[in-house]
């Protein structure tokens, strides 16, 4: 199954961001965009989430999809613990044992049973951000809309979340829209890869990873090479 995007148009003022545009994601794949700033990444997530209207243009397999997000920002509730930040987006349908289970089981899978207990100003960034990501999948969505969450954070880290979000993603296999500038994210998280022009923004590479990401190695000519064809494209 697959969702689609025909035919979109984007302006703001004078710039046309996207003109004629199409893509289709995999519906329970990791589609990671890379593109150069300002080429309209940000904007085309708002697009599918529907916060932000297109022109002209058709949509097709998101209507009615529940969606999450995952921001640069965690945007956390400040005055709720870990747990509680999590718990909050579950429905009230549930009963308290039910919601328990499930916060505690994205908890063990975040590596944060340490720190269920502890308010946001308590935690470092890296921390956050994972607590971030728990609650995108604690919501009950059928997309993960991702803004490029590990932007600003040392490799170490960034690598480790990614393994994190890797092992989220295999235990619940959602459909995943990422936008980032960091090539070895796309690389290490990414089942499909898309490269975008500067505006009006297409499509000038499409790179498919069959690979599990917990064997994928940067330092393999594989990925080497593959790294090397997506600065390439970055560049045009």
């Known amino acids: 199954m697959s969702l689609e995007i025909k035919g979109l148009n984007k302006k703001f003022d004078n710039l046309s961001l996207f003109s004629d545009?199409?893509?289709e994601f995999q519906e329970g794949t990791i589609t990671c965009i890379l593109g150069p700033s300002g080429c309209g990444k940000t904007?085309?997530?708002?697009?599918?989430?529907?916060?932000i209207k297109p022109d002209s243009g058709q949509?097709?397999?998101?209507?009615g999809k529940t969606i999450s997000y995952i921001f640069q920002d965690p945007r956390l509730l400040p005055?709720?613990?870990?747990?509680?930040?999590?718990?909050?987006?579950l429905t009230r349908e549930m009963s308290a044992d039910q919601r328990h289970?499930?916060?505690?089981?994205?908890i063990r899978l975040m590596e944060l049973e340490d720190f269920a207990g502890f308010y946001p100003s308590k935690l470092s960034g890296?921390?956050?951000?994972?607590?971030?990501?728990?609650?995108a999948f604690a919501y009950p969505s059928e997309i993960i809309l991702m803004d490029e969450p590990l932007k600003g954070l040392d490799v170490k880290l960034k690598l480790n979340l990614i393994r994190i979000f890797s092992r989220m993603w295999q235990a619940?296999?959602?459909?995943?829209?990422?936008?980032?500038?960091?090539v070895d994210e796309a690389l290490l998280m990414g089942n499909d890869i898309i490269v975008l022009s500067r505006p009006p923004a297409q499509i000038i590479l499409k790179q498919q990873i069959d690979i599990p990401s917990e064997k994928r190695s940067l330092e393999s000519e594989y990925f080497k090479n593959l790294e090397l064809s997506l600065m390439g494209a970055l560049g045009n």
Not at 43 to 51: A, H, M, Q, S, V
């Open 79 to 89: 005055w709720k613990t870990v747990e509680e930040n999590i718990d909050f987006v």
């Open 59 to 63: 949509l097709s397999g998101f209507r």
């Open 101 to 106: 289970r499930i916060t505690g089981q994205l």
């Open 126 to 135: 890296g921390m956050r951000q994972r607590v971030s990501i728990a609650r």
């Open 21 to 23: 545009f199409s893509i």
């Open 43 to 51: 904007t085309l997530l708002n697009i599918i989430g529907d916060t």
């Open 172 to 182: 619940d296999k959602r459909t995943v829209i990422s936008v980032t500038h960091d």
